[in-house]
């Protein structure tokens, strides 16, 4: 389960994030929404222990990010918005070294492998150099080193970004298999239908604000629209001409 | 497995996978040697050669005294025609020799006689033959000049007032050392290149393929990755390290170095105590260019600022070469000037106190370390992912 309380950060004069909080239950898909600088990526960065609020805290499963970040990250699976690939390592090698870092012992860190390399259907490429992957067959690997811990929460910036059709469809598949299994899923996207198709909750936030969450249905009866991307459309708006007034 | 290790093994394993990075490791070990055999030997061959020159001569009739005595002294001399500043312009002659038609009358007369040798000052190449046949000049100068003294009663030891005798207290293989100066300075200067390409790749690198984020998400303190990547990096360092120290010494008794009258033996014992020596810079030097590689945006900017740093090698030989300060304590706990005291030492078979190893080997890697720890602090700060 992750827990976010009233985060704030700033980076020098731009205010990234004024008052974010929602929870994201386990076994549930939690949607985070928004345009793009709405504060999605810092976000989930305070949420994996690389950015430090300026004020609020994050919890994963209980444990607080800001007090004890390792034992917090332990927990997590994170499909960062960098997704940097060592060129010179195998897809195989990618993952064994996560898993390593993970101090996931080495007779189950190759079951696993073979597992995720399986499960993601990426047996041809697997002991490949990842120099000249296309950009899905880099995204499966990402995932597959994300998740070789079995982690009970999963993190995931943008996941089907610059994807083609079968492999977005396949990461779909991953977070509905995920959800199965009882993990808490939080994954940001800016993919209307996508969003509207996988969550159980969505988590809308604009210019560093959580303007709305909830189910679907929820979220467009808070907007008073039938059509979830007119809700989302109206909601960030609103908190613009706040502003601006 | 510990965190520090599995961070080392895969900038090892990725590490000999890089082409930039083995290039780096390997290009100056195996240059290096090839450097040193090619100088060394076009010095012995200079020096040597300006004995077997054969010397141009203008007027050899003039003299026919001081030719007999040039041949004397296995020296091959030559009747030369033409212009002789002519033939030095044109780089024809090293020298040519003139002796003027009064040669003869003034020698008779026991007047100074002038000889002119024509040459090009700003030519090294000549200097050596210059100075050879100046040298020969002076010698037979000396031994006409006695035996006149000697035809009018007089001894010889009149006009020598004071001579220098020289008492040299350093041994024939210390003088060897020191002539041999850029030894140490190339075994420095390896320790900053051969590490190089895996310090960066290591850190700018690893910002640049965007890495970096993946990799501090883990649960890993940030100083265990760093210390990881140094002692991967330090490995490349010391292995181009001890391949350059064993291949130039193995260059340099190729080399007849007997021939200018140096003399050159090393043992076993000697390489490894000097590999022994220089190994803690191995460390040092990584560690100053994995703290810059993570200033660095690229890898092209992280290789100008790095490339800077191949400066600080060349200071202690500079140091020593122009200061006459007799080797203190102090100096061994010196990063640099501290190895290059002991390897030009241990080459000179120099007794060394066992302390000067600890020193040098302390101060290494102690600098190194906290270095390290300066590049973990860093790396905990959040803009290190945002650069």
New interface residues.
């Given amino acids: 389960m992750i827990e976010v309380q009233s985060l704030r950060k700033s980076?020098g004069e731009v205010e990234a994030l004024k008052d974010v909080s929602f929870i994201a239950e386990n076994g549930q898909v939690t949607g985070l929404l928004g345009p793009n600088g709405a504060g999605k990526s810092t976000t989930l960065?305070v949420l994996?222990?690389?950015?430090?609020p300026d004020e609020g805290n994050a919890f994963v499963d209980g444990l607080n990010i800001r007090q004890v970040p390792?034992?917090a990250?332990?927990s997590?699976g994170?499909l960062?918005?960098?997704?940097?690939?060592?060129?010179?390592?195998t897809a195989r090698?990618h993952i064994e070294?996560?898993g390593?870092?993970?101090?996931v012992d080495e007779n189950t860190l190759e079951k696993k492998a073979t597992e995720l390399i399986k499960l993601l259907a990426m047996e041809s490429i697997a002991d490949r150099?990842v120099e000249g992957f296309s950009q899905g067959e880099k995204t499966k690997v990402?995932l597959a080193?994300a998740l070789i811990h079995e982690p009970r929460n999963v993190l995931l910036d943008e996941p089907t970004n610059g994807l083609d059709v079968m492999t977005a469809r396949t990461v779909r598949e991953l977070i509905q298999e995920l959800k199965l299994q009882g993990v808490s899923v939080l994954f940001s996207s800016h993919v209307m239908h996508e969003v509207s198709r996988l969550c159980d909750q969505i988590v809308i936030i604009s210019e560093g604000t959580v303007v709305a969450s909830g189910t679907t249905d929820e979220i467009r009866e808070k907007s008073g629209e039938e059509n979830l991307e007119e809700a989302f459309i109206k909601l960030v708006e609103r908190v613009v001409v706040e502003r601006e007034e | 497995m510990h965190p520090i290790s599995i961070v080392f093994r895969k900038e090892i394993k990725d590490g000999r996978r890089d082409r930039r990075s083995l290039m780096s490791a390997f290009f100056f070990p195996i240059l290096a040697p090839v450097l040193v055999y090619g100088m060394m030997t076009a010095i012995i061959n200079i020096r040597t050669s300006a004995e077997q020159k054969v010397i141009p001569i203008v007027g050899m009739e003039n003299a026919p005294t001081f030719i007999k005595w040039l041949k004397e002294q296995d020296v091959k001399v030559e009747t030369f025609t033409g212009d002789p500043r002519q033939a030095i312009v044109d780089k024809k002659e090293e020298l040519v020799v003139i002796i003027p038609d009064n040669y003869q009358k003034k020698f008779s007369e026991s007047k100074t006689a002038a000889i002119e040798i024509v040459n090009d000052g700003s030519r090294t190449d000549a200097a050596a033959t210059v100075r050879h046949f100046k040298d020969l000049v002076r010698r037979y100068n000396a031994g006409i000049a006695s035996l006149r003294m000697i035809a009018r009663g007089v001894s010889p030891e009149v006009i020598r007032v004071v001579i220098a005798e020289d008492i040299d207290v350093a041994s024939k293989q210390q003088r060897a050392a020191a002539a041999l100066n850029f030894i140490p300075m190339y075994i420095i200067m390896s320790a900053f290149v051969c590490g190089m390409g895996i310090a960066i790749d290591t850190t700018a690198g690893e910002r640049e393929r965007k890495t970096l984020e993946p990799l501090l998400i883990n649960p890993v303190e940030r100083h265990e990755i760093v210390i990881g990547k140094w002692l991967a990096s330090s490995v490349f360092a010391a292995t181009g390290m001890v391949m350059t120290l064993v291949l130039c010494i193995l260059a340099l008794a190729q080399v007849p170095l007997g021939e200018i009258g140096l003399n050159f033996h090393v043992t076993g014992s000697q390489i490894l105590l000097m590999i022994v020596a220089t190994l803690p810079l191995a460390f040092l030097a990584t560690s100053m260019q994995l703290l810059l590689g993570i200033f660095a945006k690229s890898f092209k900017d992280a290789q100008s600022y790095i490339g800077l740093l191949m400066l600080i090698p060349m200071v202690p030989s500079l140091y020593l070469t122009f200061s006459p300060i007799a080797t203190q304590d102090w100096m061994f706990a010196v990063p640099m000037l501290g190895q290059h005291i002991l390897v030009v030492d241990v080459l000179g078979a120099k007794e060394v106190p066992a302390m000067a190893y600890v020193y040098s080997a302390l101060s290494g890697i102690v600098l190194g370390l906290a270095l390290v720890l300066v590049t973990a602090r860093l790396f905990q700060k959040e803009s290190i992912i945002r650069a």
């Fill in positions: 980076f960065r994996y222990g690389l950015v430090v390792r034992q990250q332990k997590i994170v960062p918005d960098n997704q940097g690939l060592y060129v010179r390592l090698e070294y996560f390593r870092l993970h101090q150099p990402c080193r």
